[in-house]
């Protein structure tokens, strides 16, 4: 059978590019659609919640649903929202009474800063558990690995949480990302950041890492009996050498698809840590949003998570037409 030209697999690969981008493109669009009525169809007057426990009049009341579009029909609302959307205008948050793209992006470095330490440190203890616990199939390290592993998993991040605070309150701060009285230079900050980061990231830890021990396991008992493997034995390599050069860089492939995958996911799961820890974060502000009916803020998160979702899928999908030649010959 002959192989595909060069012209053949750049058009295949353009046409997989533009199909995994349209996808994207297309699922953000239904989810800024469906953030739109969500929050209109919900029971309750944000304005009335707004202003319950205030002494404004009807004037006044009536002024603030006009400054926040709520008096014009639903159709002029949803054009007035998709035009300011595209011009990255998310609207007023009716707690904070900032624009809700300030408020996300006040909030976003702290997410990233807990979200990327907690997976990169996941991503290297589930890897290095998960090559030995395969390699080793049916060992101690193997049976225990994966049932604590799975235990942690299987706890609710809240109770984890929980858990952790009283065990770890006496040593490490509790709640928040600085304290105000830590003085106002970088090495200071910088350690009380990081001192403050401990609790609410081994809380993540603990939860996340189980997924890619398991996965990484699964991928190198499939590879264990290969037929390159019995060559590389039969050549003479030594069993370290043949599982790190060999069995590891193959077993990675869905891995690293996983990683991409999850790492948007992690971004909203981040929800419960943040809020027990009062980490100051998306997740925190997500939770505020819900606790007081703030509609224009939780529009903007959706959209910001989802997007986030959306995004770490196609770098995934991408990724692995890079890496995996399966693919890219399909």
């Known amino acids: ?4 030209s ?3 697999r750049r058009s295949g690969g353009a046409r997989y590019v533009l199909g995994k981008v349209g996808g994207a493109v297309v699922s953000l669009f239904v989810v800024m659609v469906l953030g739109f009525f969500l929050f209109r169809v919900l029971p309750g007057d944000p304005i009335r919640l707004l202003t319950r426990n205030t002494s404004l009049g009807a004037a006044q009341v009536a002024e603030l649903r006009h400054r926040y579009g709520l008096d014009l029909p639903l159709p002029a609302q949803f054009l007035d929202y998709m ?3 595209l011009h990255g205008d998310m609207g007023d948050s ?5 624009p809700v793209a300030d408020l996300i992006l006040q909030r976003l470095w702290p997410t990233v800063l807990l979200v990327g330490v907690a997976t990169l440190l996941s991503i290297l203890l589930g890897l290095w558990q998960g090559t030995r616990a395969g390699w080793r199939r049916g060992s101690g390290f193997d049976r225990f690995s994966t049932g604590f592993a799975l235990t942690l998993w299987s706890a609710p991040t809240f109770w984890l949480g929980m858990i952790l605070l009283a065990l770890g309150g006496s040593l490490f701060p509790t709640q928040g990302i600085l304290d ?3 003085p106002a230079s970088f090495l200071p900050q910088v350690a009380d950041v990081l001192h403050h980061l401990v609790l609410p ?3 993540l830890v603990a ?3 189980a997924q890619y021990l398991l996965v990484m396991r699964s991928s190198l008992l499939e590879e264990m009996n290969a037929d390159y493997l019995t060559t590389a034995r039969a050549k003479g390599l030594r069993d370290d050498l043949v599982r790190s050069r060999h069995a590891v860089p193959n ?10 995958i999850q790492l948007g996911f992690v971004v909203g799961g981040a929800v419960t840590v943040e809020t027990v820890y009062s980490w100051p974060g998306l997740g925190l502000l997500l939770y505020q949003a819900i606790t007081d009916h703030d509609g224009p803020l939780l529009q903007g998160l959706l959209l910001v998570l989802a997007g986030a979702v959306l995004v770490m899928n196609l770098i995934g999908d991408l990724l692995l037409r890079v890496i995996d030649p399966r693919v890219r010959a399909a």
Do not use: N, R, W
């Open 1 to 4: 059978m002959a192989e595909p």
């Open 6 to 8: 060069t012209s053949a």
């Open 83 to 85: 035009g300011k959307l």
């Open 94 to 98: 009716l707690k904070f009474q900032q």
């Open 180 to 182: 105000p009285d830590t």
């Open 201 to 203: 990231c081994l809380t």
């Open 207 to 209: 939860v996340l890492y």
């Open 251 to 260: 077993a990675l492939l869905p891995t690293v698809t996983l990683i991409f």
